[in-house]
């Protein structure tokens, strides 16, 4: 069964501190994986987003990795600001045509100052 | 393009009766999805269009449900006979799809916030 495992399930830290967050899926085939954020009440906005062959993938403070063998993932959040506080949802894609994207419940962030 | 747009953003019906939501996808989309998410949930996949052909629906999308993407453009989503449990954030997502393009540039909308009383 594709599935998309993440932890922790939250997660508090203070205002400058860096965070990682991790991802394990059993999606086969595996198409790509993408990180995404959350605001409550708002739509998830994407971060990053890397195929089969990418190990690592920036957006500004946020830095993805991927190791494909293992099926893991992870996002790092370096600095964080109190406007990181959010869910931050991975999702993989199953390489097929008739497969919809295969969702974690998501990491709830939440930075303090 | 402002991306994805779905209305309205919140709604507040009584149990029982019937609600309609709308998505614009991107315009050069043409693979439209339909997501709930409750508090602290991932989105669960409701259904999906490629075009206007609707290729898959999950088994959460009761015979209350139904979505239509009549023109391969815009979508909706109806519930009927509205219950408590329906009360969720609806979500709607588009991609470009097609040879090496798989979910290609997908994004979401900002989503229904749908209020059952």
């Known amino acids: 069964k594709n599935q998309v495992e993440q932890s922790p399930q939250s997660l508090i830290i203070l205002e400058g501190k860096n965070c990682t967050l991790q991802?394990?899926?059993?999606?086969?085939?595996?198409?790509?994986l993408r990180w995404y954020k959350q605001d409550t009440g708002r739509g998830p906005v994407s971060l990053t987003i890397m195929t089969f062959s990418e190990n690592t993938k920036s957006n500004g403070r946020y830095t993805a990795t991927l190791d494909a063998d293992t099926k893991q993932s992870s996002l790092h959040i370096t600095a964080s600001q109190l406007s990181d506080s959010a869910s931050y949802i991975c999702v993989v894609s199953a390489n097929s045509g008739n497969t919809p994207l295969v969702f974690g419940k998501g990491t709830r962030l939440s930075v303090i100052a | 393009d402002t991306g994805v747009s779905q209305n309205p953003r919140h709604k507040i019906t009584k149990r029982g009766q019937n609600v309609t939501f709308r998505c614009d996808p991107i315009?050069?989309?043409?693979?439209l999805y339909w997501y709930r998410q409750t508090l602290g949930q991932g989105p669960e996949f409701l259904t999906y269009?490629?075009?206007?052909?609707?290729?898959?629906k999950s088994r959460l999308l009761s015979d209350r449900f139904s979505a239509e993407r009549p023109k391969g453009s815009f979508s909706t989503l109806e519930i009927q006979r509205t219950e408590q449990g329906d009360s969720a954030m609806y979500l709607c997502?588009?991609?470009?799809?097609?040879?090496?393009?798989?979910?290609?540039?997908?994004?979401f909308g900002s989503g229904t916030r749908l209020t059952v009383v």
């Open positions: 315009s050069e989309h043409n693979r």
């Open positions: 991802c394990n899926y059993t999606v086969s085939p595996f198409s790509n």
């Open positions: 997502a588009s991609s470009l799809w097609g040879g090496t393009l798989a979910n290609y540039g997908y994004t």
């Open positions: 269009f490629q075009n206007e052909a609707q290729l898959e």
